[in-house]
């Protein structure tokens, strides 16, 4: 888009150089060149008289701080005539050299007050007003506080990126297109950079929700996804809790309660043989003490009487009295250290497996007392059933004899034409109910119809992309049409963006779901939160092989997302997955040209009361 204060709008050549090599005296004037330059492109509402000169030779356009020389007499812009005259000193107009020029107050009063109207006015502009406040609406070098004041479709540059745009889209893309934007991650809190610095920080970030590897639907951040798959994942694999007694089933989280319940006879009978198999060992371990010990004792004898003999045949030397006394009593010391060494062992033995035994013996009386307090709550139940149906059929055959009594009683006084006129009234007062039921059947009928039709439509929801091409060609996120979660419930849409967002971009499809402001959010607990299932609908949708994915709204979520919409019509971020499925696969599910997504499930989250 051309800059409307700088166009020339005739085609007429502009003088105006660029060469930097002014004067030293007009250095000042030369660095604000690109600030101020040429005239004002506008329009006149009120028609300047005709020999009334507005426009400047050298630029062709209206003029801007009227300039006369002293040669000829024409006027120019300060700008246009400044720079020729640093330039080569000779009037653009009669030729003279070394001219003078001096500010034309008189043309600039009479000049800026004509009405005119914004170049821009086919763009959309409507503004009017006098000429001398022209610069001010165009606004087009603003401080930061007053950059969204002035003409709405003039082009100025972003503050983070630099990037030229209209104002009137400045502060959309400055606050969620730009990628250098200031940007906090939503997830820690902590990490505050440029937005495409926070995206490269969520690939390490621990509080970044991770998919989980065995693909249980569940989004835990980075830091607790170990803690999720070893004790909360519903699909991870895990031992059965009696694999100690020989169970060797291994099953997913979810299925083990079901497998306990189904399998606790095998389970008793299982720890029952671990118990034999561990009382044979215990009754092993002990033959093999009392077999150490015979053998210790064997030696002993024979130990002893060898040195009885050696002894016998020296025991007369004196030489020898005093080593047959510390050789005895090192025999001695070595039988008690050896003696202790193997009592202790045993022990030891012993009551690891005393320990062992006692623990399983405590896990089996528990599975018994469990089974014997299952079967006694069921006696109980049997019990307590049979003595209703007894009360029951008592109370019949009391009500029976009652109205038979009553019966006999309104007989015997003539009352049987009251009863007939009883009979009849009641016959039309449940007229009258279903009469009345009725009407409020269908009154409640009408009510979910309008409802319905006001809550565009419930779950399973489908929605088509029309156009896929076309889409990919414009470079826009698509927005369905609102629907709800349920009825008077949630307003919510899907956003789509065929060629991906964040680390999607240019590789995957990415898709998000957005809150918007509802009719009935004031009934409403916030912030949103539920699981919502989102489908790609194949191109055959018999075959059901269809792309899935789960969008959580917890705990976790950020609020900027779940809670409440005020001032927007939609949410400006919205949760669900930068990499849905890749473009190239994605092209398999089209169908005549067209995408077809489904909301098959929307699950909220059971608030407490």
């Not at 519903?234 to 319940?261: E, N, T």
């Amino acid at each position: 888009m051309a800059d409307p204060e700088n166009a020339t709008g005739s085609g007429k050549p502009n003088f105006i150089d660029q060469d930097d090599s002014c004067p030293d005296q007009e250095s000042d004037f030369a660095s604000n060149v690109e600030a101020k330059r040429g005239g004002f492109d506008c329009l006149f509402i009120d028609k300047p008289p005709e020999n009334l000169p507005v426009h400047c030779p050298i630029c062709f356009l209206v003029l801007r701080d009227p300039y006369q020389v002293d040669c000829c007499g024409h006027i120019f812009c300060q700008t246009c005539i400044k720079q020729v005259h640093a330039k080569n000193r000779t009037c653009p107009t009669c030729n003279t050299v070394d001219f003078s020029m001096f500010a034309d107050k008189r043309m600039r009063h009479s000049l800026y007050a004509f009405r005119v109207k914004c170049a821009l006015e086919k763009e959309g502009c409507q503004w009017v007003g006098e000429l001398g406040e022209l610069e001010k609406h165009f606004n087009k070098n603003p401080t930061p506080d007053k950059q969204l004041t002035g003409c709405e479709f003039i082009e100025i540059n972003c503050n983070h990126c630099s990037e030229s745009l209209r104002r009137h889209r400045i502060n959309d893309h400055q606050n969620e297109e730009c990628s250098l934007r200031p940007f906090s991650c939503v997830y820690c809190r902590n990490y505050e950079s440029s937005y495409d610095n926070v995206v490269d920080h969520w690939k390490m970030c621990e509080c970044h929700p991770v998919s989980c590897p065995n693909e249980c639907g569940t989004l835990p951040d980075r830091r607790s996804l170990e803690q999720h798959v070893s004790e909360h994942c519903p699909l991870a694999l895990v031992d059965c809790d009696f694999c100690y007694a020989g169970c060797k089933s291994q099953l997913s989280r979810q299925d083990m309660a079901s497998h306990l319940a189904n399998s606790l006879a095998t389970h008793v009978s299982l720890i029952a043989a671990h118990q034999h198999k561990l009382s044979e060992e215990i009754a092993c371990k002990d033959v093999q003490l009392v077999q150490l010990r015979e053998e210790f004792e064997r030696k002993s004898k024979v130990t002893t009487e060898h040195m009885q003999r050696l002894v016998a045949g020296r025991e007369g030397r004196p030489q020898y009295r005093e080593w047959h006394t510390y050789m005895k009593m090192r025999y001695i010391a070595l039988f008690f250290t050896v003696l202790v060494v193997v009592v202790a062992l045993g022990i030891a033995v012993l009551k690891q497996g005393v320990a062992e035994v006692n623990e399983y013996v405590q896990h089996s009386e528990q599975d018994i007392l469990e089974l014997t307090q299952l079967v006694a709550e069921h006696k109980n139940i049997q019990d307590y059933i049979g003595k209703q149906t007894a009360e029951v059929k008592k109370k019949q055959e009391e009500i029976v004899l009652m109205m038979e009594e009553i019966e006999r009683k309104l007989v015997g006084l003539g009352g049987r034409e009251l009863m007939d006129e009883y009979v009849a009234q009641c016959k039309k007062d449940r007229k009258h109910v279903i009469k009345e039921v009725a009407e409020l059947r269908n009154k409640l009928e009408l009510e979910w119809h309008l409802l319905k039709e006001h809550s565009s439509s419930l779950v399973p929801i489908q929605i088509t992309i029309d156009e896929f091409q076309g889409q990919q060609e414009a470079d826009v996120p698509w927005y369905s049409q609102p629907f709800y979660s349920h009825v008077q419930g949630y307003k919510l849409c899907l956003r789509v963006d065929v060629n991906g967002f964040g680390d999607g971009r240019g590789t995957h499809i990415s898709v998000h779901i957005h809150l918007m402001r509802g009719e009935f959010d004031d009934y409403l607990p916030w912030p949103f939160q539920g699981v919502i299932t989102l489908q790609l609908l194949s191109r055959d949708q018999a075959v059901c092989d269809h792309h899935n994915g789960t969008i959580p709204f917890n705990d976790r979520t950020a609020n900027a997302i779940a809670n409440r919409v005020f001032s927007r019509e939609i949410s400006k971020h919205g949760l669900g997955y930068q990499q849905f499925i890749k473009i190239a696969r994605a092209k398999l599910f089209l169908d005549n040209h067209r995408l077809h997504f489904r909301i098959s499930d929307i699950q909220l989250k059971p608030r407490k009361q």
